[in-house]
């Protein structure tokens, strides 16, 4: 083809469907064949050719190809099985004529173009791809919305029935949105004719909206916690898949590879007498004489043509009665979802509740075989297995290392899991092992560390192919030190955490026993433990392969059974909105890390030392001799056989006890020596924790400390942190506080604490509807002296602080189930007197009695509460014939709703605060969050603007997904470290 040249495309399948249902029914006389599509469509593309060579249509074509539909098995079922399922059978009456019509379009002298695999959609855009790159210009001749993704300059459309061109303009005026937009546009409203699942609610007017606002699509689902209708933005949060399988779905191919180039698609001249020779013996004789007229033809001279063709069925081989011909019935309107639950009795097996029951069901079917495990070691069978992975759009990946801290983990190779049973290992570092414990030198035979990285990288960061991966945050960080980002994945830990939060620990081996019926391959049986462990790398290839590529196969058997169960379960929110966007965001805070001062540590860990030496001789007068204060027997024998103190029991083992509590409660009635050993265990903790082990954990190439976030170890969603653990460091003690001092800003930097203030309180009052707590809140009074004064009938004004802190003991004590003991203890005062303070709250407070009864009741019944946000925490004990065990989970289940819904709104925070920063051109970088509170390093100059900016997104992160009756309040401030930011 050339610059001046012109191709009309015919939709054929369109074709099929407008000519069958806009005509009554026709049948031949001869012998009553169904002739009533067959006839409106050679009117129809008898009509266009006259219009297109009269210019009627506007252009003159040179080149023009009918597409038709080959089958319904198409590349897209392989992606999505249910594509199309809802396709009704094709009526009994159109099946015969699948195949006349194409013998109608050869008769037209017209190529007619199909391929097994493909849709004609494709074709047509194949086709016209084609042409725009030879200059030409295309014009497709349909109204289908599918096919406006290809409007441009030089690609425009025709509707033949209302006689008018579709350009750009009409698209936009149609849909709201640009050509460019419109796969964007179907991936969010769906098409329930070819059933692609979309996002429940959304409708083309919608859609247009969103994708004005923000842009596209990915923007969109990247920034949807912004959209303020409720509704809107929790379906697109909770469909996002969806909307990102639809895009794949409704993506027309450019590459379908075609026998007949554009060239072979020139328009020819009508051969007339092969035409009515067609025309003749289907018996349309008004369009015969047309036909005649127009070619100068005597049709009387010619004889029909033999057409052999049974009716009821069809010359044309594959898959005819599929329905792949019929271009679908009318476009409904709906929910798909809820079709499908108030559907059929076949539409009920796509429910999420029995897809779940029927995944968990398949998976403990599917035995697995570690020896069938497949080792790579070849750069072109890798790409294979890449390329394979790019093709289904989904994967299993997992890493092996050197080390478990992925900040200074090197590679020794990967997996990869494309489907049950078939997973594979990539060695890359492994070494001969079999001369020392050390191991020799690298083995050959394995692919080049760089090369293997280059061909993973495209596919680890492209955001179509989906990666499956136990615990992401750690292979993430693997793979940042290779300069590949991570986009796009699952992880199968954070499905069985917000599934069983509280129920069962969330690690692969013990997920795969519960699920699969499966023991996985341990680490210390391939690479050993203790004296004998070689380290990874020296494990042999072959037992390398067993271990690593089950880990691939297992995490996606389990990803099979637990994705499903979120939706089963109602959970999907919770893991698409609050745990697995804020893996990213942890993964770049532990990246990012965090400055200590290594000089002021050291002088720390000196003073630590000299206090509690001088403890030391304190308690040694005090016991009257000397003894090993870090000896819990011998401390034991002390305090309850030598000073025969009150309150002793001894332990299983005979021993007494010296826990915290205990000393604790000797201490809180007010005997010095218990007192004096709790004092020395918290310096000498704070020493060997912090001051003489943080200095280890510097990184020699950062400079800083590296901590890492634990996501699933808490049952509410609290992070912990660990190696080193920096959420324990006190902050009410002058040493605590010192250490906190060691963490400093770089040159140039500062540091920003952003505190929530009382967040678990105004939590409470949120949920419990406590009417006075609401106000109090709101018209930013003193909570705890407002408390004190409603409790204590007590004026605000000139309060005595000891007032004050009584109030504040019970507030903060309520939420945790504290009892009369505890807070007699707390404020050594005697039991009655704290039991009558508890009294006395429930009674100016009512409401927050019932809300612990009413939480009590319903984690009795259901065996799990929730959070305000959905997330539910499972106490398994909680109807324990054990009291004191059914106790102790009363308390926990009174206490997770808040404390949960706590961690909750603070993991939204962080996870909206870095696009924040980003869009504001701000330079801050969160670094370290510990419980309440985020830490960020920012320039000197920009600590105004952060901070306002900050404290906007801490304040506001529960919306628009939720509007509290209570507001958030941050506390925040910059300096050089830590403690005086705080």
């Given at each position: 083809?050339?610059?001046?040249?012109?191709?009309?495309?015919?939709?054929?399948?369109?074709?099929?469907?407008?000519?069958?249902?806009?005509?009554?029914?026709?049948?031949?006389?001869?012998?009553?064949?169904?002739?009533?599509?067959?006839?409106?469509?050679?009117?129809?593309?008898?009509?266009?050719?006259?219009?297109?060579?009269?210019?009627?249509?506007?252009?003159?074509?040179?080149?023009?190809?009918?597409?038709?539909?080959?089958?319904?098995?198409?590349?897209?079922?392989?992606?999505?099985?249910?594509?199309?399922?809802?396709?009704?059978?094709?009526?009994?009456?159109?099946?015969?004529?699948?195949?006349?019509?194409?013998?109608?379009?050869?008769?037209?002298?017209?190529?007619?173009?199909?391929?097994?695999?493909?849709?004609?959609?494709?074709?047509?855009?194949?086709?016209?791809?084609?042409?725009?790159?030879?200059?030409?210009?295309?014009?497709?001749?349909?109204?289908?919305?599918?096919?406006?993704?290809?409007?441009?300059?030089?690609?425009?459309?025709?509707?033949?029935?209302?006689?008018?061109?579709?350009?750009?303009?009409?698209?936009?005026?149609?849909?709201?949105?640009?050509?460019?937009?419109?796969?964007?546009?179907?991936?969010?409203?769906?098409?329930?004719?070819?059933?692609?699942?979309?996002?429940?609610?959304?409708?083309?007017?919608?859609?247009?909206?969103?994708?004005?606002?923000?842009?596209?699509?990915?923007?969109?689902?990247?920034?949807?916690?912004?959209?303020?209708?409720?509704?809107?933005?929790?379906?697109?949060?909770?469909?996002?898949?969806?909307?990102?399988?639809?895009?794949?779905?409704?993506?027309?191919?450019?590459?379908?590879?075609?026998?007949?180039?554009?060239?072979?698609?020139?328009?020819?001249?009508?051969?007339?007498?092969?035409?009515?020779?067609?025309?003749?013996?289907?018996?349309?004789?008004?369009?015969?004489?047309?036909?005649?007229?127009?070619?100068?033809?005597?049709?009387?001279?010619?004889?029909?043509?033999?057409?052999?063709?049974?009716?009821?069925?069809?010359?044309?081989?594959?898959?005819?009665?599929?329905?792949?011909?019929?271009?679908?019935?009318?476009?409904?309107?709906?929910?798909?979802?809820?079709?499908?639950?108030?559907?059929?009795?076949?539409?009920?097996?796509?429910?999420?509740?029995?897809?779940?029951?029927?995944?968990?069901?398949?998976?403990?079917?599917?035995?697995?075989?570690?020896?069938?495990?497949?080792?790579?070691?070849?750069?072109?069978?890798?790409?294979?297995?890449?390329?394979?992975?790019?093709?289904?759009?989904?994967?299993?990946?997992?890493?092996?290392?050197?080390?478990?801290?992925?900040?200074?983990?090197?590679?020794?190779?990967?997996?990869?899991?494309?489907?049950?049973?078939?997973?594979?290992?990539?060695?890359?570092?492994?070494?001969?092992?079999?001369?020392?414990?050390?191991?020799?030198?690298?083995?050959?035979?394995?692919?080049?560390?760089?090369?293997?990285?280059?061909?993973?990288?495209?596919?680890?960061?492209?955001?179509?192919?989906?990666?499956?991966?136990?615990?992401?945050?750690?292979?993430?960080?693997?793979?940042?030190?290779?300069?590949?980002?991570?986009?796009?994945?699952?992880?199968?830990?954070?499905?069985?955490?917000?599934?069983?939060?509280?129920?069962?620990?969330?690690?692969?081996?013990?997920?795969?026993?519960?699920?699969?019926?499966?023991?996985?391959?341990?680490?210390?049986?391939?690479?050993?433990?203790?004296?004998?462990?070689?380290?990874?790398?020296?494990?042999?290839?072959?037992?390398?392969?067993?271990?690593?590529?089950?880990?691939?196969?297992?995490?996606?058997?389990?990803?099979?059974?637990?994705?499903?169960?979120?939706?089963?379960?109602?959970?999907?929110?919770?893991?698409?909105?609050?745990?697995?966007?804020?893996?990213?965001?942890?993964?770049?805070?532990?990246?990012?890390?965090?400055?200590?001062?290594?000089?002021?540590?050291?002088?720390?860990?000196?003073?630590?030392?000299?206090?509690?030496?001088?403890?030391?001789?304190?308690?040694?007068?005090?016991?009257?001799?000397?003894?090993?204060?870090?000896?819990?027997?011998?401390?034991?024998?002390?305090?309850?056989?030598?000073?025969?103190?009150?309150?002793?029991?001894?332990?299983k083992t005979g021993q007494w006890s010296t826990s915290a509590q205990v000393l604790e409660d000797l201490a809180a009635e007010g005997h010095e020596l218990p007192r004096k050993i709790v004092d020395w265990r918290q310096l000498t903790k704070l020493k060997s924790t912090y001051t003489d082990a943080l200095p280890n954990y510097i990184l020699p190439d950062t400079g800083r400390v590296h901590t890492n976030y634990s996501m699933a170890a808490t049952s509410t969603g609290r992070l912990a942190s660990s190696?080193?653990?920096?959420?324990?460091?006190?902050?009410?003690?002058?040493?605590?506080?010192?250490?906190?001092?060691?963490?400093?800003?770089?040159?140039?930097?500062?540091?920003?604490?952003?505190?929530?203030?009382?967040?678990?309180?105004?939590?409470?009052?949120?949920?419990?509807?406590?009417?006075?707590?609401?106000?109090?809140?709101?018209?930013?009074?003193?909570?705890?002296?407002?408390?004190?004064?409603?409790?204590?009938?007590?004026?605000?004004?000139?309060?005595?602080?000891?007032?004050?802190?009584?109030?504040?003991?019970?507030?903060?004590?309520?939420?945790?189930?504290?009892?009369?003991?505890?807070?007699?203890?707390?404020?050594?005062?005697?039991?009655?007197?704290?039991?009558?303070?508890?009294?006395?709250?429930?009674?100016?407070?009512?409401?927050?009695?019932?809300?612990?009864?009413?939480?009590?009741?319903?984690?009795?019944?259901?065996?799990?509460?929730?959070?305000?946000?959905?997330?539910?925490?499972?106490?398994?004990?909680?109807?324990?014939?054990?009291?004191?065990?059914?106790?102790?989970?009363?308390?926990?289940?009174?206490?997770?709703?808040?404390?949960?819904?706590?961690?909750?709104?603070?993991?939204?925070?962080?996870?909206?605060?870095?696009?924040?920063?980003?869009?504001?051109?701000?330079?801050?970088?969160?670094?370290?969050?510990?419980?309440?509170?985020?830490?960020?390093?920012?320039?000197?100059?920009?600590?105004?603007?952060?901070?306002?900016?900050?404290?906007?997104?801490?304040?506001?992160?529960?919306?628009?997904?939720?509007?509290?009756?209570?507001?958030?309040?941050?506390?925040?401030?910059?300096?050089?470290?830590?403690?005086?930011?705080?």
């Amino acid at each position: 083809m050339h610059k001046n040249d012109h191709l009309f495309l015919v939709d054929g399948s369109s074709y099929i469907f407008r000519a069958y249902h806009a005509l009554p029914p026709l049948t031949r006389k001869k012998d009553g064949l169904p002739v009533g599509a067959l006839a409106g469509f050679c009117n129809m593309l008898w009509k266009l050719l006259c219009d297109a060579r009269d210019t009627a249509v506007g252009v003159v074509p040179t080149h023009f190809a009918v597409i038709f539909d080959y089958s319904s098995e198409t590349f897209r079922k392989k992606i999505y099985p249910e594509y199309k399922a809802n396709r009704p059978t094709p009526p009994e009456d159109l099946i015969p004529q699948f195949s006349l019509i194409r013998q109608a379009t050869r008769a037209f002298n017209l190529p007619c173009i199909e391929k097994e695999g493909y849709e004609a959609d494709d074709i047509i855009a194949t086709y016209a791809s084609a042409a725009t790159r030879s200059g030409a210009k295309t014009t497709i001749i349909s109204s289908d919305k599918d096919l406006m993704q290809l409007v441009n300059q030089q690609v425009g459309m025709y509707d033949g029935m209302k006689d008018r061109p579709i350009g750009i303009k009409e698209v936009i005026e149609k849909w709201g949105v640009p050509p460019e937009k419109m796969i964007d546009l179907q991936s969010l409203t769906g098409d329930s004719t070819d059933n692609v699942p979309g996002v429940p609610g959304i409708g083309p007017k919608t859609a247009a909206q969103l994708l004005d606002e923000f842009g596209d699509l990915d923007t969109l689902l990247a920034h949807a916690g912004d959209i303020k209708q409720q509704k809107r933005r929790e379906n697109i949060i909770e469909f996002a898949d969806q909307a990102r399988l639809a895009r794949q779905l409704v993506t027309l191919k450019t590459d379908v590879p075609l026998e007949i180039g554009l060239d072979g698609l020139l328009l020819e001249p009508t051969d007339g007498p092969r035409l009515i020779g067609f025309l003749k013996a289907m018996e349309f004789n008004s369009l015969t004489r047309r036909v005649a007229e127009a070619t100068n033809c005597d049709a009387a001279l010619i004889e029909p043509v033999n057409l052999d063709v049974e009716w009821g069925k069809s010359a044309h081989g594959p898959d005819l009665e599929s329905g792949s011909d019929v271009g679908g019935a009318p476009e409904a309107s709906g929910n798909l979802e809820q079709e499908q639950k108030s559907g059929s009795d076949g539409a009920q097996e796509n429910t999420p509740q029995l897809l779940a029951e029927k995944r968990k069901k398949e998976a403990l079917t599917e035995k697995i075989d570690t020896t069938a495990y497949h080792t790579i070691t070849d750069e072109a069978e890798l790409k294979q297995w890449l390329d394979r992975a790019l093709e289904q759009g989904f994967f299993a990946f997992d890493t092996e290392t050197t080390s478990l801290d992925p900040m200074q983990a090197e590679l020794v190779g990967f997996s990869i899991g494309l489907n049950a049973g078939e997973a594979a290992y990539v060695p890359l570092n492994h070494v001969d092992g079999s001369n020392d414990l050390l191991g020799g030198g690298r083995l050959k035979g394995q692919i080049d560390t760089q090369k293997a990285v280059a061909l993973l990288k495209p596919v680890l960061e492209n955001p179509a192919i989906l990666k499956i991966a136990q615990n992401m945050k750690y292979d993430w960080l693997v793979m940042r030190q290779y300069q590949v980002t991570i986009r796009s994945f699952d992880d199968t830990m954070l499905l069985s955490y917000v599934l069983d939060a509280g129920t069962l620990t969330h690690g692969m081996d013990a997920l795969s026993e519960r699920w699969l019926g499966h023991k996985p391959i341990t680490f210390k049986e391939v690479a050993g433990s203790g004296k004998t462990a070689t380290g990874f790398a020296a494990v042999d290839l072959k037992r390398a392969t067993q271990y690593a590529a089950e880990d691939a196969d297992v995490t996606l058997r389990l990803w099979r059974v637990l994705k499903p169960q979120i939706v089963a379960r109602g959970v999907t929110r919770v893991y698409e909105r609050l745990e697995r966007p804020l893996v990213t965001v942890l993964a770049r805070m532990e990246e990012r890390g965090v400055l200590v001062d290594r000089q002021l540590l050291s002088r720390l860990s000196g003073e630590l030392a000299q206090s509690a030496a001088a403890l030391e001789d304190e308690i040694y007068q005090l016991a009257g001799e000397k003894f090993n204060i870090g000896s819990p027997k011998q401390l034991g024998e002390i305090l309850f056989g030598k000073m025969g103190l009150p309150g002793g029991s001894k332990t299983k083992t005979g021993q007494w006890s010296t826990s915290a509590q205990v000393l604790e409660d000797l201490a809180a009635e007010g005997h010095e020596l218990p007192r004096k050993i709790v004092d020395w265990r918290q310096l000498t903790k704070l020493k060997s924790t912090y001051t003489d082990a943080l200095p280890n954990y510097i990184l020699p190439d950062t400079g800083r400390v590296h901590t890492n976030y634990s996501m699933a170890a808490t049952s509410t969603g609290r992070l912990a942190s660990s190696d080193p653990n920096l959420q324990n460091i006190p902050v009410r003690t002058t040493e605590g506080r010192k250490i906190r001092a060691a963490f400093i800003a770089g040159p140039g930097n500062l540091l920003l604490s952003a505190d929530y203030s009382q967040i678990e309180l105004r939590v409470l009052a949120h949920v419990a509807d406590i009417k006075a707590l609401k106000k109090a809140f709101a018209d930013g009074l003193d909570i705890h002296a407002m408390t004190a004064s409603e409790m204590f009938g007590v004026p605000i004004e000139g309060m005595p602080p000891e007032v004050r802190r009584r109030a504040k003991a019970i507030n903060f004590g309520i939420i945790y189930g504290i009892s009369a003991f505890g807070l007699a203890n707390q404020l050594s005062i005697p039991r009655e007197e704290a039991a009558q303070y508890i009294r006395t709250y429930f009674e100016r407070f009512p409401g927050i009695k019932d809300y612990m009864e009413k939480t009590k009741a319903y984690a009795h019944e259901h065996g799990f509460v929730e959070t305000i946000f959905g997330r539910r925490i499972h106490y398994p004990e909680i109807n324990s014939k054990n009291a004191q065990m059914r106790a102790f989970n009363e308390r926990a289940a009174i206490n997770a709703p808040i404390q949960g819904a706590a961690a909750d709104i603070i993991r939204r925070a962080m996870i909206k605060m870095d696009d924040a920063l980003k869009e504001a051109g701000l330079s801050a970088k969160m670094l370290l969050q510990v419980h309440d509170e985020l830490i960020f390093e920012l320039p000197e100059n920009e600590v105004e603007k952060t901070t306002a900016l900050v404290k906007d997104v801490m304040e506001n992160a529960t919306m628009p997904a939720l509007s509290l009756t209570v507001p958030l309040k941050v506390d925040a401030r910059a300096a050089k470290n830590w403690d005086e930011a705080h």
